[in-house]
C-alpha cells in the first residue's frame, strides 16, 4: 500500500488496506466520516477526500448489500416524473447520465434503446412524443451533449421488424428513446476504491452501533468489527448519516427524533434468458400503478419493477410468489408466447428509501432528497434516486464543509473518473489484440473491459501468473476464476457472498444461483484470504441456506411468510 503522506495511494481494497484503515480509524480524527456504504455514502466519501478533508467511511455489511445492489440497473432521467411535472428532477438526473456516460465511468454506463408501445394511433403519440421531445431538449442542458441519441417515432411495421415476438394486436406503433443502464454494485464498490485512492479510510463489515457526544454535539460513532469482534471509537468532525432505508434506525441512535421519516418501498426484479423472446431493444410498459421496465442484460432479460410497502426485515427483503406473477402477468400482456415461472432464471428485491408523505402509496411518495444538520455534527442525507447520487452526496458534504472551521473547497467530483476510466477508449479500441495476446476470445476481454475498465490488465497479469484463472467458473460461463481473486485482493470481498451477489451478479444471471460455482469460487478466495478447510465450508453451506431460503421465500403468498422464511438462512459466518 502506497504510504499516506504521498499524494496518490493504492487502488487496492484488501485485507491489508482495510486493517490499515481501521488502525488509521481508531488514531486520529477526521473531518468526515460517513456512515453508510451504499451509493450515496460511497460518493459522499468520493466528495469529502476529493475537497482535501480527511476522510472514512464505515459499512455494517459489503459494500452495496442494500438497495445499491437491488436497482433496475438504470441511469435515467425517470420518463414518468415528467407526467408528474417534476422537471426539475427529470432534468438534474439527465445532466447527471451524460455525465457519467462520458466522463466519470464510460467503462461501467452504457447506452440502452427502450421503446415504448403505443395503443392508441394519434392522442398518444402526440402526448408521449412530446414527454420524449421534453426528455431530450433537459438532456442537453447541462452544458454537453447527452451522449445517446434521440427519441424516434416508428410505425407498427417497424416495431415488428425491431421486436418479432410482440403480440400482434398489443400495439399500433411506438417510440424509441435511450437512456444508461450499470452494474450498480460493481459501480458502487469502484466509487468505493476510487475514493480510497485519494486517502479515504474505508471498511466495510464495520457495524456503527452508537454515537459519541459532547453535550449535544456528535463528535464520532461507537464502531464494532463484525470481522474480528474489535469495538473501537472513531472521532470526527462531521457524521454523514447516508444510511438509506436504516436512516430512522440510526437516528435513533442519536436519541433524537429525526426532521423528516423514510419509508421502504419494496421492488422487486425477475430475470429471463434473453432468448425467450426476440427484441433488440428493452420496453417500458404503462401499468395501473407505474411503469414496467423490460431490460436488455447481457445474455438476460431484466423484468421490473413492482412498488410496494414493506415493514419487515430491511436487510433481506424478500420477493413472493405474488409479486413474481405480478410481473409477469404485465409483460405477458404484449407477448406473443407468454413467459411462465419456469423460464425465471434469478429473482431478486431490494428497498427504496422514499421521504415520508402524506400519501399512503409508495409509488406517490416522492424521490427528491433532503439533506439536514439534525443535531450539531450530524448531518442526515436521505430519498433522492442511483442516478442522481453525485449530487446527493455532494449537497451532504457541502452540509458538512459549513460546519467546519476554514474554508473547503467546493465539489471537485464533476470532474474525477472512476479508477479504470482513463484510457478505457483505447483499450476498447485494442480489444481483439488484447485477445489474441492472451489467446482468449474478444467476447471475454469485452466482459472484462466493462467491469474493470483499465484495470483488465491487473487481472490479465494474474492470468498469465495462473493460466487456469482464466477459465470459467462452473454453471456461470459468463465470469472467470481471475475475477474471484481480484474480488477479494483488490475488491473488498471478505465472504463468498460479497463476490458471488455483488463483485459478480452469478446470484441472479446462473440457472442454479450460483450453487456449482460456490465451492471453485471459495476455494480461490480461501487461497488469499487465508481460509482453512472448515471455514472455506462454512461459507459456501451458509451461501447454499442463502439461495434456499431465497428460492423458498418466493414461493410464499404474502410478505410475511416470505420474509420468515428468508430469515431462516443464517447470517455471514465470522471467525
Known sequence: MANSNTVSHSTKLGPEERAAAIEALKTKELDVLVVGGGIVGAGAALDAVTRGLSTGILEARDWSSGTSSRSSKLVHGGIRYLEQLDFRLVREALIERGLLLQRIAPHLVKPVRFLYPLNRPLFERLYIGAGMLLYDIFSYTGG??????????????????????????????????????????????????????????????VRVEGFLKVGQRVVGVKAHDLQTGERFEVRAKQVVNATGVWTDDTQA???????????????????????????????????????????????????????????????????????????????????????????????????????????????????????????????????????????????????????????????????????????????????????????????????????????????????????????ALPGADDYIGAEVVYAATHEGALHLEDVLARRTRISIEAWDRGVSAAPVAARLMAEVLGWDDERTEREVAVYLKRVAAERASQEQPDDESADRIRLEAPEIVTP
Open 144 to 205: 454537453r451533449p447527452p451522449g445517446v441519441p434521440h427519441h424516434r417515432h416508428l410505425l407498427k411495421r417497424q416495431v415488428q421488424r425491431a421486436i418479432p415476438s410482440l403480440r400482434n394486436n398489443a400495439f399500433v406503433g411506438g417510440i424509441t428513446y435511450y437512456d444508461a443502464q450499470v452494474d450498480d454494485a460493481r459501480y458502487t464498490s469502484t466509487v468505493v476504491r476510487t475514493a480510497s485512492s485519494y486517502g479515504t479510510h474505508a471498511a466495510s463489515r
Open 253 to 471: 441512535m442519536v436519541g433524537e427524533r429525526g426532521q423528516f421519516k423514510v419509508r421502504a418501498s419494496k421492488g422487486i426484479h425477475l430475470l429471463v434468458p434473453r432468448d425467450r423472446f426476440q427484441s433488440t431493444m428493452g420496453l417500458l410498459l404503462r401499468t395501473e400503478k407505474s411503469v414496467l421496465f423490460v431490460i436488455p442484460w447481457g445474455r438476460h432479460w431484466i423484468i421490473g419493477t413492482t412498488d410496494t410497502d414493506w415493514n419487515l426485515d430491511k436487510a433481506h427483503p424478500a420477493a413472493t410468489a405474488a409479486d413474481i406473477d405480478y410481473l409477469l402477468e404485465h409483460v405477458n400482456k404484449i407477448l406473443a408466447v407468454p413467459l411462465t415461472r419456469d423460464d425465471v432464471e434469478g429473482v431478486y428485491a431490494g428497498l427504496r428509501p422514499l421521504l415520508a408523505g402524506e400519501s399512503d402509496q409508495t409509488s406517490k411518495l416522492s424521490r427528491e432528497h433532503l439533506v439536514a444538520h439534525s443535531v450539531p455534527g450530524l448531518v442526515v442525507i436521505a430519498g433522492g434516486k442511483w442516478t442522481t447520487y453525485r449530487v446527493m452526496a455532494k449537497d451532504a458534504i457541502d452540509a458538512a464543509a459549513d460546519a467546519l472551521d476554514g474554508k473547503v473547497p467546493p465539489s471537485a467530483t464533476e470532474n474525477i473518473a472512476l479508477i479504470g476510466a482513463e484510457g478505457y477508449q483505447a483499450a476498447w479500441n485494442k480489444r481483439a489484440k488484447i485477445a489474441r495476446a492472451f489467446g482468449m476470445h474478444t467476447v471475454r476481454i469485452e466482459h472484462l473491459l466493462n467491469r474493470y475498465g483499465v484495470l483488465t490488465d491487473e487481472l490479465l497479469d494474474l492470468i498469465r501468473e495462473r493460466p487456469e484463472l482464466g477459465e
